[in-house]
C-alpha cells in the first residue's frame, strides 16, 4: 500500500514507520522537524517536512495514497494545563487533522481509509461499568478535546473514506513512553497507586497500538471509534501491584488524590479519574492481542525502559 503517515516521530510514529517499512509498504511520513537525520531509514520510506496546518503541500501526496494514518499531536502530559496549553493542544490535533481531511476533499484519487488516533479520555471520567465504543463524550477538557479531534477527521466519512478513530488507552511500552516515568518511583523503592488506586486505568501494549492502526488499514468491518485497550484490564492499584511485581520491587506508598492535583493542576484529572475501557469492536472484528494480560505486557515492556 501507499500510505500517508502524519505524526512519525512521536513514541508510536516512529515505531509504526519501522513496522509498515519491513511489510514492504511504500510510505510517505510528514514530520515538522527540517532535520531527517536518525529516523528509521529505508528505501520505502520518504520523509517530508510540513507544518501540520497548510493543506497546500498535502494535496500531491494525499492523492493517490491508499491510506491515511494520522497521529499528530503534543504529549499531553508535558506540562500543566494552562490555557495556552490547551489550545496549543487542541491546534496540534484538530489543525492537522483538517488539514488532511481538506487535501482528501480536493484529491481526485482519494485514500480508502483515515485512521486518526483519538484516546479514551473521549469518556471522561467512568467509575463503574464497562465503556464500550457506544457510550457518548464524557465532561472535561480532555473529553471535549477528544471530541473536536474526531470529529474534524468524521468529515472524510462525507467523502466517501472509512474513518477509523483510534480510542487509545495508556501505552505500555518500553523508553520514550509514559511506563518508564511511572516505573521511576518503583525502582527506587517508594512507588505506589495514585490517588484511592480504585480508579480503573485503562491499559494497553504499544506493540496492539501499532498493530491495531496497521489492522485498521484492511480491516473493513472497523469504522468509527475503536476502543484501543487490552481485554482484561485493571484498577489503579493492580496495575501498581503488577508494575511493582515486575520489577521486584513493593507498591505500598500511595501518592495522596491532594498532591497531585498541587503538582499537575486540571492534568490531575487524567490519572486520579478513569474508565473501565473494553475493546468491543477489536473483539467482534478478531483481532488478536499480543500482549492480553498485564504481566505479560509489563515484562516486555520493561525490558526496554
Request: net charge positive; charged share 20%.
Amino acid at each position: 500500500m501507499k500510505i500517508l503517515l502524519c505524526g512519525c516521530t512521536g513514541f508510536i510514529g516512529g515505531r509504526l514507520t519501522k513496522e509498515l517499512a519491513l511489510e514492504g509498504h511504500d510510505i510517505v511520513s510528514l514530520t515538522r522537524r527540517k532535520d531527517h537525520s536518525g529516523f528509521f531509514p529505508a528505501k520505502n520510506v520518504r520523509y517530508v517536512t510540513w507544518d501540520g496546518r497548510d493543506a497546500g503541500p498535502l494535496l500531491s501526496l494525499v492523492d493517490g495514497a491508499d491510506a491515511v494514518i494520522n497521529l499528530a499531536g503534543e504529549s499531553i502530559a508535558n506540562g500543566r494545563w494552562n490555557e495556552t496549553r490547551k489550545k496549543s493542544l487542541v491546534s496540534s490535533r484538530v489543525g492537522p487533522t483538517a488539514a488532511i481531511v481538506g487535501a482528501i476533499a480536493k484529491a481526485a484519487s482519494k485514500p480508502r481509509v483515515l485512521v486518526n488516533a483519538s484516546a479514551v479520555g473521549y469518556y471522561g471520567n467512568v467509575d463503574e461499568g464497562d465503556v464500550p465504543e457506544g457510550r457518548p463524550a464524557g465532561e472535561g477538557f480532555l473529553a471535549s478535546l477528544c471530541a473536536e479531534w474526531e470529529s474534524a477527521a468524521n468529515k472524510a466519512g462525507t467523502l466517501g473514506v472509512r474513518v477509523v478513530a483510534l480510542r487509545i488507552g495508556f501505552v505500555v511500552g518500553g523508553k520514550g513512553s509514559a511506563l518508564g516515568k511511572m516505573a521511576l518511583p518503583f525502582r527506587m523503592f517508594v512507588g505506589g497507586p495514585i490517588g484511592t488506586g480504585k480508579q480503573w486505568l485503562p491499559w494497553v501494549h504499544v506493540s496492539d497500538v501499532t498493530g491495531v492502526a496497521r489492522y485498521a488499514l484492511t480491516a473493513e468491518q472497523l469504522r468509527g471509534p475503536v476502543n484501543v485497550v487490552a481485554p482484561q484490564q485493571a484498577r489503579m492499584r493492580e496495575f501498581c501491584a503488577a508494575l511493582g511485581a515486575a520489577l521486584g520491587r513493593p507498591s505500598w506508598a500511595p501518592v495522596p488524590g491532594f498532591v497531585v492535583r498541587l503538582l499537575l493542576g486540571e492534568l490531575a484529572d487524567m490519572v486520579l479519574g478513569g474508565q473501565k475501557v473494553v475493546p468491543s469492536a477489536l473483539l467482534k472484528a478478531g483481532y488478536g492481542f499480543r500482549y492480553p494480560e498485564l504481566p505479560n505486557a509489563l515484562d516486555d515492556a520493561l525490558k526496554n525502559t
